[in-house]
């Protein structure tokens, strides 16, 4: 779908710049949603008596338990790589279309599934989908964007828990196959938003659609005086054009993330991996995943998490007031 071609345009000749971000960051937090609830849909169903029931061998193998539930994360890093390396040929909008799909498929796998094995390609296909998630924000929103995205998927995470708990005592196969088919749902949501929304300006300007790239920009710039819009978007333009021919002029690899100048990439990648480490290594997805494993499955122990993660949602909205304060090195 060309950018310009129906419903895009439809929206774009309708939206006012400050719904149309809004609109961009909703389908954003919709994606991320749908990442936060399929990190904690499956471990909440491993010890209900109908999923025990189709897969037996999940009770008895913790190692096969295990992997089934983690092995979500393969499918997402497979994905991140696919996005890395093939992201600028599809562009961003193309990309979390793909990647949309791609996770539907895998979700029905999942929720139709009769075998382990049919379970467990579901969950790597869902996890590859999900890893070709992209932005589009301005640069002195995108901070704000990244926190609203992370909140968003502690809420996904807490929606999973609250959904496998409310089919507890429903003692059919819709006891799990109801909670993961609603992955579909969220994955159709993002797909009905993302068809109405913009491609990256600055996608479309490195393959030289400049008119299309400018059109975008000034549809999203809210400034109120025509001349003053035009002349924003003037400098926006020029500032994507520079870095572009920039980016251009310097050989720009993969192993270029691992070494230091100006511009310091390593010390870069350090600072991003670093904290993603950091928090992975600390074990919060013992508890995202798991739970059932480590609180038991008493009713007073599946009330207590999912407590849990009604707790953990605020804590993400007061970052919103704070994280653009020009604290950021």
Avoid at 106 to 131: C, D, K, P, W
Avoid at 216 to 225: A, G, I, Y
Avoid at 233 to 246: C, P, S
Wanted: aromatic fraction near 10%.
């Amino acid at each position: 779908m060309k950018p310009f071609s129906e419903p895009f345009g439809w929206a774009m000749n309708r939206l006012p710049p400050q719904l149309l971000m809004a609109c961009i960051t909703a389908c954003c937090g919709s994606g991320m949603l749908l990442f936060g609830y399929d990190q904690g849909v499956l471990g909440g169903l491993l010890t209900g008596r109908p999923f025990q029931e189709r897969f037996p061998s999940l009770t008895t193998n913790s190692n096969l338990r295990g992997a089934t539930v983690a092995i979500y994360e393969i499918g997402c890093a497979a994905g991140a790589l696919f996005g890395f390396f093939f992201g600028d040929k599809l562009g961003r909008r193309n990309s979390i279309i793909l990647g949309m799909i791609v996770l539907s498929i895998g979700a029905i796998l999942q929720f139709m599934s009769y075998e382990l094995g049919q379970m467990i390609v579901g969950r790597i296909v869902t996890g590859l989908g999900n890893g070709l998630n992209n932005e589009c924000s301005k640069a002195h929103h995108r901070g704000r964007a990244v926190v609203i995205e992370m909140a968003t998927n502690i809420f996904g995470v807490m929606l999973a828990y609250w959904v496998d708990y409310g089919l507890r005592n429903n003692q059919t196969e819709a006891q799990w196959r109801l909670p993961l088919a609603l992955q579909v749902a969220f994955a159709l949501i993002t797909l009905s938003m993302i068809i109405f929304l913009p491609e990256s300006p600055r996608w479309l300007a490195s393959r030289g659609r400049i008119a299309e790239a400018r059109d975008v920009l000034h549809r999203l710039d809210n400034t109120p005086e025509e001349k003053a819009r035009a002349i924003s978007v003037d400098v926006q333009m020029n500032e994507i054009l520079t870095a572009i021919e920039e980016e251009s002029k310097t050989a720009v690899g993969f192993t270029t993330c691992f070494t230091m100048g100006e511009q310091r990439f390593f010390q870069r990648v350090l600072l991003g991996c670093g904290s993603q480490f950091m928090q992975q290594i600390s074990g919060i997805n013992l508890i995202t995943y798991s739970p059932p494993l480590y609180l038991g499955t008493a009713l007073s122990s599946v009330v207590l998490k999912n407590a849990l993660s009604v707790k953990r949602c605020p804590y993400g909205f007061p970052i919103l007031f704070f994280f653009d304060l020009r604290l950021r090195c």
